[in-house]
């Protein structure tokens, strides 16, 4: 994946935005596939609550529509979308609390 942040309003959000390439066959066929995202933290009462909504765009075509179908059908697309996030989630507040803790000692 190759992308960028649009917008990043600390410390509550970040939107960003990239094309993922999916390579399909042994890399014979390759799809390139734009896909964003919103990462946002929420104070509560109980401390923060950190969330990340992904979105994926699979193209307007008949490969976009087959691959779209494999990845929802198959391949179970949106559980893995969310266990990937929640991988994301763990990483990104691992490298919070540690550049807190960093900054504390500093």
């Not at 529509?65 to 559980?79: C, I, P, Q, S, T």
Request: net charge positive.
């Amino acid at each position: 994946m190759r992308g960028h942040f649009l917008h990043v309003e600390r410390p509550r959000n970040a939107s960003w935005t990239g094309v993922a390439e999916y390579r399909l066959l042994g890399g014979f066929v390759k799809l390139r596939v734009p896909q964003s995202g919103i990462v946002k933290l929420e104070r509560r009462e109980d401390g923060v609550m950190m969330s990340h909504d992904m979105f994926v765009d699979f193209p307007d075509s008949w490969l976009g529509k087959l691959v779209g179908w494999y990845f929802e059908k198959v391949r179970d697309g949106e559980k893995r979308l969310y266990e990937h996030g929640q991988k994301e989630l763990v990483y990104f507040k691992t490298e919070i609390e540690r550049l807190s803790e960093a900054r504390r000692i500093a």
